[in-house]
T-cell receptor, first 110, second 114 residues
Framework: QKEVEQNSGPLSVPEGAIASLNCTYS??????FFWYRQYSGKSPELIMF????GDKEDGRFTAQLNKASQYVSLLIRDSQPSDSATYLC??????????FGKGTRLSVIA | KAGVTQTPRYLIKTRGQQVTLSCSPI?????VSWYQQTPGQGLQFLFE???????NKGNFPGRFSGRQFSNSRSEMNVSTLELGDSALYLC?????????????FGPGTRLTVT
């Protein structure tokens, strides 16, 4: 049974700070890792994915993957109030169905 | 490119009825997955269709079924509705052309069972 764990939050950060969202997983065979953002009442929106150990940067977002520690994180630099949302971590192996964590609620305080 | 579309957006049904939800994937995407999202359970995988064939199935009772048409549009059906079926039903499409399995979600159908 694949499990994806996320702290439910809320994680509160001041505007302009770095928000750090973390995700741990149980299946060592997991290959691809995804971060989705979901605003209240909306559907999940893909922010980025990562499949190699290390960091991957896209604008203000950086995904970090450590397969040995079974840990993936998302850093949001210069956090804005518009970043306030629930962030979902998901993973899979090959073309197996995505398994989602329950999400971390982020609140950016102006 | 148009995104994933789902109809209807909102639905109210009574227990015992059945419901059919529709999903049109992004043009060129041949894989459609369905998820149920509730506050308590989060996003749970229902099933996935690719080229009109069910490729994967989650742990939901047989009351939940789906199909995919030759144009990649997909429908899911829930028969004999129960109060616990109230949820946001999301479909996601993917091109499955290799590499990471990126899925793009539609706006969802909010189903309320009374």
């Amino acid at each position: 049974q694949k499990e994806v764990e996320q702290n439910s939050g809320p994680l509160s950060v001041p505007e302009g700070a770095i928000a750090s969202l973390n995700c741990t997983y149980s299946d060592r065979g997991s290959q691809s890792f995804f971060w989705y953002r979901q605003y209240s009442g909306k559907s999940p929106e893909l922010i980025m994915f990562i499949y190699s150990n290390g960091d991957k940067e896209d604008g203000r977002f950086t995904a970090q993957l450590n397969k040995a520690s079974q840990y993936v994180s998302l850093l949001i630099r210069d956090s804005q109030p518009s970043d306030s949302a629930t962030y979902l971590c998901a993973l899979n192996s090959g073309n197996t169905p995505l398994v989602f964590g329950k999400g971390t609620r982020l609140s950016v305080i102006a | 490119k148009a995104g994933v579309t789902q109809t209807p957006r909102y639905l109210i049904k009574t227990r015992g009825q059945q419901v059919t939800l529709s999903c049109s994937p992004i043009s060129g995407h041949r894989s459609v997955s369905w998820y149920q999202q509730t506050p308590g359970q989060g996003l749970q995988f229902l099933f996935e269709y690719f080229s009109e064939t069910q490729r994967n199935k989650g742990n939901f009772p047989g009351r939940f079924s789906g199909r995919q048409f030759s144009n990649s549009r997909s429908e899911m059906n829930v028969s004999t509705l129960e109060l616990g079926d109230s949820a946001l039903y999301l479909c996601a499409s993917s091109s499955l052309t290799g590499g990471p399995y990126e899925q793009y979600f539609g706006p969802g159908t909010r189903l309320t069972v009374t």
